[in-house]
């Protein structure tokens, strides 16, 4: 399987490419230290073909209650238990585009799918890069924080733990009416069925930049097949800065060449 791989030298450049995490390709110009500009979330997918947006849908799902459940394939079980919003990368009459989806989940039926609610954006708080490694496999979106916090239902719901603690899980779907999931392959190590993926618990107070790498399920159309998902993170309070690559040199205990091949 494809796998992002840095191959630069030990230089200083480099060894700033990993800033606010062990990320595995320096970031784009602008984005600065932590992968994001302060206040926003930025997620690049990978997949191992040119991505087919006139058959399949590409979500990054994201879990904001606070619960610590991971969104799973398995939604008739858990009642679509984690699934707060997606960013969804998708085709329509061979238009690509993205957009940031909250996911209303409707109390009297829990085993129906979330409705889905697009949130408005602007170009500056919603950023979408159809080709952002320019081979046509990594996407990428940029979102600012406040976008995550749109509340479709009209009376507020508490959340079900500490807010600021995430989990996610990428997913890759038939295209399809938006109310629909039809499941090609997930971060678990069974793709579309169990074994489910765990998410770590994001801590979207602090500054990171992490790759996560899937299961070995191989679905038969290497479009489908999700390679990695990065997530970096730059909180609008205490935001990354230079001295993050000085913490994280200092603690991770890595050589420098090792250090650039995370």
């Not at 320096?26 to 992968?35: E, S």
């Not at 800065?241 to 250090?259: A, N």
Request: charged letters at 10%; hydrophobic letters at 35%.
């Amino acid at each position: 399987m494809l796998r992002r791989i840095g191959l630069i030298v030990g230089t200083l450049a480099a060894l700033l490419s990993v800033a606010c995490g062990r990320q595995v390709t320096p970031n784009p110009i602008g984005l600065g230290p932590g992968g994001s500009p302060p206040g926003f979330v930025t997620v690049f997918f990978n997949v191992e073909a040119a991505f087919n947006f006139s058959t399949y849908q590409y979500h990054a799902v994201f879990n904001t209650t606070g619960d610590g459940r991971t969104p799973s394939t398995d939604t008739f079980q858990t009642n679509w238990d984690g699934y707060s919003y997606t960013l969804v990368a998708l085709g329509t009459a061979g238009v690509s585009s993205a957009e940031a989806v909250a996911l209303y989940h409707n109390p009297q039926n829990e085993h129906q799918p979330p409705v889905w609610f697009p949130i408005h954006t602007t170009p500056q708080t919603f950023f979408f890069n159809l080709d952002a490694n320019g081979t046509g496999t990594e996407l990428s979106t940029r979102t600012a924080r406040q976008v995550l916090n749109y509340n479709p239902v009209p009376t507020p719901t508490p959340s079900a733990g500490p807010p600021h603690i995430w989990t996610f899980n990428a997913f890759v779907t038939q295209g399809n009416a938006s109310s629909q999931w039809t499941f090609v392959d997930s971060m678990g190590a069974g793709g579309p069925v169990d074994p489910q993926f765990v998410s770590p618990r994001l801590d979207m107070t602090t500054c990171f930049d992490n790759t996560y790498y899937p299961g070995p399920y191989m679905p038969t159309d290497p479009a489908s097949q999700i390679t990695s998902i990065e997530i970096a993170n730059n909180p609008s309070v205490n935001p990354c800065t230079g001295s993050d690559v000085k913490t994280l040199l200092e603690s991770d205990g890595l050589s420098p060449q090792t250090r650039i091949a995370k």
